[in-house]
């Protein structure tokens, strides 16, 4: 059964680079044909797609983030990492990992889904 | 932007009644193929979002019969037709024709 694992540091200070790295495990076929993004979630508050990303160099942001984020694959090593520069209390959030199952070349639903990793932004 | 909407936000049901949520988007989600890019999700308390229904109608694996959806341009429909403790939490649609965008949830609960 396919797997995904967030990691990276739970706290960051204001105007820093939020990185996280997602480990994918158990997909011996799907990582070079599906998709793979990140979504967030602040506390007590709803579900935010961040940006979603292909091996083939495919990708697309969330527009209200886009200046600031970066997803990148490396899928040699399982890993799918991202980036988000000049964070404020705004980006605390749980960050989660997860593949963007393809469907006839579009990228349609999160069919899994890591635990999540909570990102404090904070002096 | 496709913007989307759920009704209602919050939804008290007792044991074994049936159980509906409302999901509409500002625009037509018919994908190319036919389906629809449209999927719901149910956060249970502490966890992460798990998939319920993908591309509008089709039950994800191991999701029990109990759940159903209906679909139709803009207005969708996910129903539960006796309500369990295990279905409590927050259901989110979620669209995937242009970009991704999430409806802000509806909270079931066990009356």
């Known amino acids: 059964q396919l797997q995904l694992e967030e990691s990276g540091p739970g706290l960051v200070k204001p105007s820093e680079t939020l990185s996280l790295s997602c480990f994918v495990s158990n997909d011996p076929n799907g990582r070079e044909t599906h998709y793979w993004g990140w979504i967030r979630q602040p506390p007590g508050k709803g579900l935010e797609w961040i940006g979603t990303s292909r091996s083939s160099g495919s990708t697309t942001y969330n527009p209200s983030l886009k200046s600031r984020v970066t997803i990148s694959l490396d899928m040699p090593t399982n890993r799918f990492s991202l980036t988000l520069n000049s964070v404020t209390a705004a980006d605390t959030a749980v960050y989660y990992c997860a593949r963007h199952f393809e469907w006839f070349g579009d990228p349609q639903h999160f069919d899994s889904w890591g635990q999540g990793t909570l990102v404090t932004v904070s002096s | 932007d496709i913007v989307m909407t759920q009704s209602p936000l919050s939804l008290p049901v007792a044991p074994g009644e049936p159980a509906s949520i409302s999901c509409r988007a500002s625009?037509?989600?018919?994908?190319?193929?036919?389906?629809?890019?449209l999927h719901w999700y149910l956060q249970k308390p502490g966890q992460s979002p798990q998939l319920v229904i993908y591309l509008g109608l089709n039950r994800a694996r191991g999701v029990p019969d109990r759940f159903s959806a209906s679909a139709s341009g803009t207005d969708f429909t996910l129903e539960i037709s006796r309500v369990e403790a295990e279905d409590v939490g927050v259901y989110y649609c979620m669209q995937t024709l242009q970009a991704v965008t999430f409806g802000p949830g509806t909270k079931v609960d066990i009356k």
């Open positions: 625009q037509n989600l018919l994908h190319r193929t036919g389906h629809y890019s």
